[in-house]
């Protein structure tokens, strides 16, 4: 498992980019700056910005389902 920062649209919710591990403050700071959020989490896989999307809470990321016929 490794720990990830999810940086992440306030208003769509949608994931924007993701950095492996724990990130400054003033990153951070300058994100909300820019109306973006972030939350921390842990995952097995990298968290890429098309297929995960942040939860109602916004306390983790949620994949998006995957429909196939």
Same mark, same amino acid.
């Given at each position: 498992?490794?720990?990830?920062?999810?940086?992440?649209? !306030? %208003?769509?919710? /949608? *994931?924007?980019?993701?950095?492996?591990?724990?990130?400054?403050?003033?990153?951070? &700071?300058?994100?909300?700056?820019?109306?973006?959020?972030?939350?921390? !989490? %842990?995952?097995? /896989? *990298?968290?890429?910005?098309?297929?995960?999307?942040?939860?109602?809470?916004?306390? &983790?990321?949620?994949?998006?389902?995957?429909?196939?016929?």
């Amino acid at each position: 498992m490794s720990t990830w920062t999810v940086f992440y649209d !306030t %208003t769509t919710k /949608d *994931v924007l980019y993701s950095i492996q591990g724990e990130v400054s403050q003033t990153l951070k &700071d300058e994100e909300e700056a820019n109306g973006r959020s972030w939350v921390t !989490t %842990t995952s097995e /896989d *990298v968290i890429p910005t098309n297929h995960y999307y942040i939860n109602d809470d916004e306390t &983790d990321v949620v994949k998006n389902s995957e429909f196939s016929i």
